[in-house]
């Protein structure tokens, strides 16, 4: 058992280069490049050294290749990093596993040619494949965790990002709400509105809500909290862009809106605003 | 009644209750709903849907394109195995709430939709199916 596993590595050992070259014809002509966003050097260096690390593996590891085990440490740091710079680049997960299971090709045509047609070939190729394959769904695993911590990094700069409140005159806010109101991003709007209507020593707040897709009970309770807090500290709210699906939805769910001053655009809150600040536009 | 298409999704985490409303807002589009009708049926989805998160810690919607005497209508269907609910009746009150709310999503909910149904046993879970016509 020993020997014929040892001849995985000593093959692998022994035509590296060959095994390479192949490697990179088949990647030419494969998936991996369709993208056409990596240079062929690049495809070549990524290529060598992993390839230098898999023979290094084989070498060390006993008579079953385990990529678990800790002389495959070095192989599957080096794809760690691999599968987080493909998902940066945009790469899908079956373009990045491919550089893995490309390699079962190349590597099956050393092994024919140093073994021939025997079971001890069949025995080999099986064992590799094992092997190749759980390297390659190692790599898409691996993928999808980069994936993910992009969209959680996304998603935390969207709550620090949409939170701009505007001063639309002399002591009117203006508060434009966009997208989904989730409870998170809800409190970091309302503790910004407050500290604003402070800082600017203003009397009144428009909230408008005409990027906000859904009312529901949840987003009309937190908007009803901003209402109230904001009104404890002498501040009046309206809120506005109120469209008529959104208006009809609201009064079949019941939320009593009625205390709050509302306006179905951001136009009517402003001349309301300005009136009650004792101002009016007039046209020359 | 014939399923023309189905699908079910796990809601886990609130983040998910943003895909029930996404996809809710997709097959009221395809169903050729109005504008009000969409926005009632993914109304109803977000409150139900928060629900099972808020209230069970998780459960599953699925979503359903359903064909009876020519016409057609969105069924979802919202199921956990959370605690369950004892009374009924208070659960659909107006302004009754465990849990700090409005106390307004079980009944508004009922009356943004056609057909509402509600089963529930205290310790093995919730039910509520809601289906709104075009």
């Known amino acids: ?284 | 009644m014939p399923v023309e298409r189905n699908e079910t999704l796990a809601v886990n985490r609130s983040e998910d209750v943003v895909l029930v409303r996404a996809k809710t807002r997709d097959w009221s589009i395809s169903l050729g709903f109005t504008i009000v009708e969409q926005t009632k049926m993914v109304t109803a989805a977000s409150e139900l849907a928060r629900n099972l998160v808020v209230h069970a810690g998780g459960g599953t919607v699925r979503l359903e394109t359903i064909n009876s005497e020519q016409r057609r209508g969105l069924r979802l269907t919202f199921e956990d195995q959370g605690p369950g609910i004892a009374d009924i009746q208070q659960a659909l009150r107006d302004g009754f709430s465990s849990k700090g709310g409005l106390g307004l999503g079980l009944s508004g909910s009922k009356r943004l939709v056609n057909e509402f149904d509600i089963s529930s046993t205290p310790g093995e879970g919730t039910r509520i199916c809601i289906v709104r016509w075009k």
């Open chain 1, 1 to 284: 058992m020993a020997v014929k596993s040892k001849s995985l590595a000593e093959i692998m050992k022994q035509h590296r280069s060959e095994i390479l070259s192949g490697w990179l014809e088949y990647q030419k002509n494969g998936a991996t490049s369709t993208n056409g966003a990596l240079k062929r050097e690049e495809i070549e260096s990524e290529s060598r050294e992993f390839l230098g690390l898999f023979s290094g593996a084989l070498e060390h590891d006993g008579a079953e290749p385990d990529m678990r085990s800790s002389a495959w440490s070095e192989v599957r740091e080096y794809l760690d990093q691999f599968s987080q710079s493909r998902a940066q680049a945009g790469f899908s997960p079956s373009e990045t596993a491919t550089f893995v299971f490309s390699l079962k090709q190349p590597l099956f045509d050393k092994l024919k040619v140093a073994m021939g047609e025997s079971q001890t070939l069949v025995d080999e190729i099986w064992r590799s494949t094992i092997l190749l394959d759980s390297l390659g769904l190692y790599v898409t695993e691996r993928y999808q965790k980069a994936r993910e911590q992009t969209i959680a990094r996304q998603q935390q700069e969207m709550i620090e990002l949409s939170t701009p409140v505007v001063t639309l005159w002399e002591g009117i806010l203006a508060l434009p709400l966009i997208g989904t109101l989730d409870s998170e991003r809800t409190q970091v709007v309302m503790e910004s509105l407050l500290q604003k209507i402070v800082d600017a020593e203003a009397q009144i707040a428009i909230i408008d809500i005409t990027g906000v897709p859904t009312v529901d009970t949840l987003v009309a309770q937190h908007l009803l909290k901003t209402v109230a807090a904001a009104r404890l500290m002498g501040a009046e709210c309206i809120i506005s862009g109120i469209r008529p699906q959104i208006a009809a939805t609201i009064v079949h769910l019941g939320v009593d809106l009625a205390g709050v001053t509302t306006k179905a655009s951001l136009a009517d809150a402003l001349r309301v605003a300005l009136d009650r600040n004792g101002l009016h536009i007039a046209s020359r």
